[in-house]
C-alpha cells in the first residue's frame, strides 16, 4: 500500500472530482428515460439503472489510484479485509435514490477519501444542478458551478433562536421532534441526500440533527466537507466525532453544526 507521502493528494482529488461528474452524465441519461429499471434491496431501500451505472464509472475511474474501493454498489468486503486499509475510496454512487425516483432532482454522487478511520478528501456532484462540492483535509472546502469556484463559509448565528434545522417537514420522528422542542422559534430547512450537510456548508442551515438510520458511506464524503469549513458531526451519544470503517458500516445517531451552536446545546 502506498503512503500518504507517496500520494499526490491534489492529483486523487482530481481523480475523484472527474469520477463523479462522469457518475453524474451517467445518472443524467437514466434520469431523462421514462425506465429507471427500478428494484429493491433486502432491505427494499430503491435500486436504479443509474445507481448500477455511476458505480460502474465510479469505480473504473478510482481504480487507477490503486486504493481499495468500498461502494455501497460494490461486493461486501469483509471486516478483516478492510481493517488491514490505511486508506481507501468509500462511495455512494447515488445518494438520495428515493429523491432520483420523485424526480425532485434533491440527489448527489459522493466520494470520500478514508485515512484510519477519518475522512480526508470528500467530493459531493449534483448532477441536476451540475455542483461540485469538494475539500481536502487542511486545504478548506469549495463549490464549483460552471467553473467559478468559491469558499464554502458556514453561518455565524450561534443562537438558539430562529436557527434553520435541516429536517423533514412531514416525518419528524419523536427524536428530531423532542430535539427542535430544545430550540427558539426554529426555521425547517427540507432537502435530500448529502446535500443536508452541504446546507450548512453553505451557510443555509445551521444545525442538522438525524436521528434516523444511515450508513458511512452516506456522511462519508460531506463530513470531510463540513469538518473544513469548521463544523463538527459528532455522536449524539459519545458527542465524539464520527468514524468510519468500523465493523458495522451503520452510522450511530449524529448531530452537525458549528462548536458554537454545540457549546449552546450542551453537546461539547
Known amino acids: 500500500m502506498n503512503s500518504i ?13 472527474e469520477a463523479a461528474v462522469c457518475a453524474g452524465k451517467e445518472i443524467l441519461k437514466v434520469y ?3 425506465d429507471f429499471g427500478i428494484e429493491h434491496k433486502e432491505d427494499h431501500s430503491p435500486l436504479t439503472k443509474a445507481d448500477k ?27 478483516g479485509d478492510r481493517i488491514k486499509w490505511d486508506y481507501f475510496w468509500m462511495v455512494d454512487p447515488l445518494d438520495g435514490t428515493k429523491e432520483f425516483v420523485k424526480r425532485n432532482g434533491e440527489f448527489t454522487v459522493n466520494i470520500a477519501l478514508i485515512k484510519d478511520g477519518e475522512p480526508v478528501m470528500g467530493v459531493v456532484y449534483t448532477p441536476v444542478k451540475s455542483e461540485l462540492f469538494f475539500a481536502l483535509k487542511g486545504t478548506g472546502a469549495y463549490k464549483s458551478v460552471n467553473d467559478c469556484i468559491q469558499p464554502l463559509e458556514t453561518s455565524k448565528n450561534d443562537s438558539l433562536k430562529g436557527l434553520r434545522v435541516v ?23 427540507s432537502m435530500g441526500s448529502s446535500l443536508k450537510f452541504m446546507a450548512l456548508a ?3 442551515a445551521e444545525v442538522y440533527p438525524r436521528y434516523a438510520p444511515t450508513m458511512e458511506w452516506d456522511s462519508a464524503a460531506a463530513h470531510a466537507i463540513c469538518k473544513e469549513v469548521g463544523l463538527e458531526v459528532l455522536d449524539v ?22 462548536p458554537r451552536v454545540l457549546k449552546q446545546l450542551d453537546l461539547v
Open 237 to 258: 451519544k459519545t458527542k465524539k466525532t464520527l468514524e468510519y470503517n468500523k465493523e458495522n458500516l451503520l452510522n450511530p445517531y449524529f448531530i452537525v453544526a458549528s
Open 32 to 34: 431523462q428515460d421514462d
Open 53 to 79: 451505472a455511476a458505480h460502474n464509472i465510479i469505480v473504473r475511474k478510482l481504480e487507477s489510484s490503486k486504493l481499495p474501493i468500498l461502494s455501497e454498489e460494490g461486493v461486501e468486503i469483509a471486516y
Open 167 to 189: 429536517a423533514s417537514r412531514s416525518h419528524l420522528n419523536e427524536e428530531t421532534k423532542r430535539f427542535m422542542d430544545r430550540l427558539i422559534e426554529p426555521e425547517i430547512v
Open 202 to 204: 453553505e451557510a443555509q
Open 5 to 17: 507521502t507517496e500520494l499526490k493528494l491534489t492529483n486523487l482529488l482530481d481523480l475523484a472530482k
